[in-house]
């Protein structure tokens, strides 16, 4: 269960986060500017956080999707420390452990569908 409500939280985060950038949300196209980030890697980000939300509610893939979609969020934590963005970046960051934790809890998917078996208890 806990697990459930994790992916509808990262799934909705990154879903309309996504839309906002896919739909070019003047704060959205604002806060690339101001990042010094061109338009195309809005857009390219956006179509990334929908895609990556809409795996998230696959279960054979929603370990994977938390995977790549926390490597888009450290990119995120990257730019907000850069720019002194704080309250950004203690969002970011509390993403960016969420996503985490969903790959942890989903390691063992993780290695199945990269063809290595379950650990075996020693």
């Known amino acids: 269960m806990k697990t459930k409500v994790v992916v509808l939280v990262l799934f909705l985060v990154f879903f309309l986060s996504g839309i906002a950038k ?5 704060f959205e196209v604002e806060a690339f500017e101001r990042w010094g980030y061109p338009l195309w890697f809005m857009y390219l980000t956006g ?8 795996a998230l509610l696959i279960p054979r893939v ?8 926390a490597g888009l969020m450290v990119g995120a934590v990257a730019t907000h420390l850069m ?4 309250l ?9 452990v969420t996503a985490l934790y969903r790959t942890c809890v989903g390691r063992e998917q993780i290695r199945t569908l990269i ?8």
């Open 22 to 26: 896919l739909t070019s949300l003047p």
């Open 47 to 54: 179509f990334i956080e929908i895609i990556g939300a809409a």
């Open 62 to 69: 929603s370990a994977v999707a938390s995977l790549v979609l």
């Open 83 to 86: 720019h002194g963005e704080w």
């Open 88 to 96: 950004m970046l203690i969002v970011a960051t509390a993403i960016l």
């Open 115 to 122: 063809g290595r078996s379950p650990k075996s208890p020693d």
